[in-house]
């Protein structure tokens, strides 16, 4: 028992390093799937035919391959065969923000889409053009209705995240099994993974629950 | 009418159809200045859409609308925008900004579409809150209001922009039978100011007491039109007749109103 807790204890360093890794490739993922997630959507509610094939090929692309497969064709694909040199936590941080964007199109779409119609219309009614009205009046409005379809990102982001351990991105996982190879001792080692794991679910579901409640109105609930 | 006034609002031989179904089919008169014409009609013949197609809403198949001497119809987004400032339009389901306050869903056009310092479209946006007496309510939102001050708002953040012309569709339907009074004594208060309106409403008192003229809307067509003593106690057609004797049985007896 002595020996499991010196493990652990000896390890603890180790890991949590690879706990801010795996903090800062979520976080960059999930905001680059934002800042990419959110235009496809509008282009995908009030864009041209054109524009919304185009969006949704990206969409039906990037949610149809397998997280594994993506990560392959970019990172030992694309970027190697381009002789671009980018290294496996940026490759991640790229392919899992842009499968992001795909879901979280999605999640948007929806909640523009419930906004009623007579919004846009009183909207123009005041001489809006439809960018004004869409920035001003439809998105603060989709936007606190997606808060809580979007919180289902952050835990399936923070639990995918250990696949990059494929391409030798140094997070939690990456870390837990060069441990657990090195000490023989995987049950003390994974568990305090799971445990880290656990706990950045709860902390970041926390923060989100609290930027719910700070944007909360009358009729937004 | 009197020609001596200004003529604000010029609608030319407006036709409109729906899946080749024509809901109108000709439709033209004048609004002059300080003038308020009540539509009336059949529901389904057509008179949201007229009204629609005057500030764009709808784009009318065929007809122009003429703002002050400038063509409505035919423009591109850029310049309807600007047209449509100047047209207040008031909804029959209200549709105020949801994620605004009372005085948010006042000032915002006047901050994004007229460019007005925030202060100022505040300070604005309170005075016209006021005018329709709820500047008690300023900071509540759409979800925190009756269905009365709802409406209300709306009145104010279309006429905050200050239009040459106040367009209300069916501003009392929606209403519970008890708040429709405060919407329309807003209203009437609009009209005895000299702002001119064009009102779809099948409130009989308001028409009579505030309407310059009324119009009959059925088929498609302008049916009749004439100042309310005229329609109501003498109407030409017996479609009119027929019509306002089925509000009598809803509402009681229009003449019975009148005073």
């Not at chain 1, 990172?75 to 671009?84: E, K, M, P, V």
């Not at chain 2, 809150?129 to 104010?156: C, F, H, N, W």
């Not at chain 2, 067509?221 to 109407?235: D, H, N, Q, R, Y």
């Amino acid at each position: 028992m002595m020996i499991i807790t010196g493990i652990v204890y000896e390890a603890l360093p180790f890991l949590l390093q690879g706990a801010v890794t795996t903090i800062s490739l979520v976080v960059s993922a999930l905001f680059f799937g934002f800042i990419i997630g959110l235009p496809l959507a509008i282009g995908q509610v009030y864009g041209c035919l054109w524009v919304k094939k185009i969006i949704n090929i990206y969409v039906w692309f990037f949610r149809g391959l397998p997280v594994l497969v993506l990560l392959f064709l970019f990172y030992y694909g694309l970027f190697s065969i381009t002789g671009l040199n980018i290294s496996a936590f940026l490759s991640a941080v790229l392919v899992l923000g842009l499968r992001s964007a795909a879901y979280q199109s999605q999640i948007f779409r929806g909640s523009i889409q419930s906004i009623s119609e007579g919004q846009l219309m009183a909207a123009s009614a005041l001489g809006m053009n439809k960018l004004k009205a869409v920035w001003n009046i439809i998105l603060p409005q989709a936007l606190r209705l997606s808060i809580p379809g979007w919180s289902n990102e952050y835990p399936a982001m923070l639990t995918e995240s250990s696949i990059t351990y494929a391409i030798g991105v140094t997070e939690v996982l990456t870390r837990g099994s060069f441990i657990a190879s090195r000490t023989y001792q995987p049950m003390p080692i994974y568990l305090t993974c799971a445990v880290i794991f656990l706990f950045l679910s709860y902390l970041g579901l926390k923060m989100l629950h609290i930027l719910e409640i700070k944007f909360k109105i009358p009729g937004f609930e | 009418m009197e020609q001596n006034k200004e003529l604000i609002l010029e609608i030319k031989d407006i036709h409109k159809s729906y899946n080749g179904k024509a809901v109108l089919k000709g439709i033209s008169f004048n609004v002059f200045k300080g003038e308020t014409k009540v539509i009336i009609g059949p529901s389904g013949m057509g008179k949201s859409t007229l009204l629609r197609c005057i500030n764009q809403l709808t784009v009318p198949d065929k007809g122009s609308v003429w703002l002050k001497g400038q063509e409505i119809t035919h423009r591109d987004a850029k310049n309807i925008n600007k047209l449509r400032q100047k047209i207040g339009f008031v909804f029959q389901d209200f549709n105020l900004f949801d994620h605004l306050t009372a005085v948010g869903n006042v000032e915002i056009a006047l901050i994004k579409v007229k460019g007005m310092k925030k202060q100022e479209a505040r300070n604005k946006a309170i005075f016209e809150l006021k005018k329709v007496g709820l500047e008690k309510q300023a900071s509540l939102y759409p979800a925190e209001l009756s269905g009365g001050q709802k409406q209300r708002v709306s009145i104010a953040r279309a006429f905050a922009m200050e239009p040459e012309i106040m367009l209300f569709d069916e501003p009392t339907s929606a209403l519970d039978p008890e708040l429709i009074g405060e919407v329309l004594s807003v209203m009437k208060e609009l009209a005895n100011e000299g702002v001119t309106m064009i009102v779809v409403s099948h409130e009989m008192g308001f028409a009579q007491t505030v309407a310059d003229e009324i119009l009959f809307l059925d088929g498609g067509k302008l049916l009749e039109a004439g100042p309310p003593e005229k329609i109501f106690c003498e109407p030409k057609y017996k479609r009119t007749k027929k019509f306002l004797s089925t509000l009598n049985e809803l509402y009681g007896n229009v003449e019975g109103n009148k005073r």
